[in-house]
């Protein structure tokens, strides 16, 4: 019932044909590639450039091609230096951060430790693990001008873990003047320190984004690992090619029009996998969690009776089966912190695992005082991993008596959108999907859309003091034990005040041509240094 809309078989030669004029308008350009170039389809076209204004994955694929980050974390979940190395104080209350020689910025200005100042400011204003940092912080200054030094107000374990998170939202290191813009503003320029150059002159939203060799770059000596050590670009440039058809996207993954792509459909893996000239991987091992989130700011989702009848109504398996709909790939896990992890249980989740909810839920709606406002959910078409979610929920929402508006929209959209708090009649939206690596949601502290800061926090702008208050009892817990159970009692809050839906984990495979070598894996891919392409 719900398996996605599929497109029947079509002449390879005709699709074979649609892919080559869609690279030759992607690839038309005043500037000719020289030297080895890259050219991959990612899981969406890049719009936001600024990784600090948005969550989106794919402007955290951007921020680490031209950024840089003072430190990182390797394949065994250690903290390494990147731009700074660091000395903790022995009170555990003084951390000092001094920046490496040979850092500049691609305008060819020193980094300074003022630049770093700013960087995490901005970043911290707007990061879950970097606000909750910034509640134990009491000042980050510059001493001089290659020492950070940030002095807490009492010991914080997660400090080395907060600056160097991989992912969104990842405290990126910028200049000083494009770091004091309010994070509810995009930055102007995007000038980094990172080891390629964004090319604005070729930039063409939802069509092509441009990346060159950063010359001026000096890698560490260490070995590359995740997001920490060497950053050896060993290509000239590299080209993100726009393909929202993913027929189209093999078909020129096949024929080697195009180099790498992220996100490979599931039902061509078949096809994919008889094709000795491409190499397929699960480069994030960890998987993503998939999720439903509410807006809580206007009816009818102000409501947490009506929350909990949607809720109810909603079941993973549905929404798995038509996302992936492979075993292999799929899992049905009802933690808000993932499955396998320290914090992984399953409070709360009975109806949605089951899928045992929906009679449930018919009775919680009547009962809830919905007047049959209508959901609007907000629907993208063009990423793979999100066409399934939105068409999948407002199925089961209406089979609960809910009146649902599904929009169809694009991704880079909704990216847009959500960041709107207007009434759904003035541009808004009462619900939207989106997934989360599973480095950004395995604690409490790291899950972003876990919080309840109101309109201080995430999209849809859940308020709930005993969560807040439950995080901070979270890190100041004493042992491991103390914080699983902490977690599990946020957790049962989660639920039953339905912050957000956890839909099911997934594991997603990017293929890339064999004359690829050296491409990286990790908590957030695709990263691409590190990778070289054979003539």
Not at 150 to 172: C, M, T
Request: proline share 6%.
């Amino acid at each position: 019932m719900f398996q996605l809309m599929r497109r029947g078989p079509r002449a390879f030669a005709s699709k074979l044909a649609l892919s080559v004029v869609a690279l030759s308008t992607a690839l038309a350009s005043p500037v000719l590639a020289a030297g080895k170039t890259i050219t991959a389809v990612m899981h969406s076209d890049l719009r936001i450039i600024d990784p600090i204004f948005t969550t989106a994955y794919i402007t955290r694929d951007h921020g680490y091609m031209i950024y840089d980050t003072l430190v990182a974390p390797d394949s065994n979940f250690k903290i390494q230096p990147q731009m700074a190395d660091w000395k903790i104080s022995d009170d555990k209350l003084v951390y000092t951060f001094t920046l490496r020689d040979g850092l500049k910025w691609h305008d060819g200005a020193p980094v300074t430790a003022e630049d770093c100042v700013a960087s995490l400011k901005r970043w911290a204003a707007v990061d879950g693990m970097g606000q909750k940092l910034l509640d134990f912080t009491a000042s980050i200054e510059a001493t001089d001008a290659k020492t950070i030094t940030l002095k807490l107000k009492e010991p914080y374990g997660l400090v080395l873990d907060s600056i160097g998170k991989p992912s969104s939202r990842v405290a990126f290191m910028m200049p000083k003047r494009l770091a004091e813009t309010p994070p509810d503003k995009q930055i102007p320029e995007q000038i980094g320190s990172g080891p390629f150059k964004f090319v604005q002159s070729e930039f063409q939203p939802g069509v092509k984004a441009v990346y060159v060799k950063n010359t001026d770059y000096v890698p560490r000596k260490e070995p590359s690992s995740w997001t920490s050590g060497g950053k050896v670009v060993k290509v000239d440039r590299v080209e993100w090619i726009t393909m929202p058809d993913s027929q189209t996207a093999v078909n020129a993954l096949q024929s080697g029009d195009i180099d790498f792509m992220e996100n490979l459909p599931y039902d061509m893996l078949p096809l994919l996998e008889a094709n000795k000239e491409i190499t397929i991987e699960v480069s994030n091992k960890f998987g993503f969690q998939t999720l439903g989130r509410m807006n809580f700011l206007h009816p009818p989702f102000d409501n947490v009776k009506v929350r909990r009848a949607a809720f109810l109504a909603i079941n993973q398996k549905d929404v798995l089966d038509a996302l992936v709909g492979n075993a292999k790939y799929q899992k049905i896990c009802g933690a808000f912190f993932v499955c396998d992890t320290p914090f992984a249980t399953e409070v709360g989740a009975e109806t949605l695992v089951k899928g045992s909810g929906m009679a449930e839920a018919k009775k919680a709606l009547a009962e809830s005082g919905y007047d049959g406002t209508p959901i609007v959910i907000m629907a993208p078409g063009d990423v793979t991993t999100l066409k399934a979610q939105p068409i999948v929920a407002a199925q089961l929402l209406r089979e609960a008596g809910f009146k649902v508006d599904l929009q169809a929209t694009d991704w880079q959209t909704v990216v847009s959108r959500r960041a709107s708090q207007k009434p759904p009649k003035e541009g808004g939206w009462n619900m939207f999907f989106t997934n989360w690596v599973a480095a950004d949601v395995s604690n409490p502290i790291a899950n972003l859309s876990i919080g309840g800061q109101g309109k201080k926090g995430w999209f849809g702008w859940a308020e709930n003091a005993k969560i807040e208050k439950l995080k901070d009892d979270f890190v100041r817990a004493a042992s491991l034990d103390d914080q699983k159970k902490i977690a599990a009692e946020i957790q049962k809050e989660a639920y039953e005040q339905v912050i957000y839906i956890p839909l099911g984990q997934y594991l997603l495979p990017s293929g890339w041509r064999k004359s690829l070598s050296g491409v990286l894996d990790g908590p957030a891919t695709p990263l691409f240094w590190n990778v070289d392409k054979s003539e």
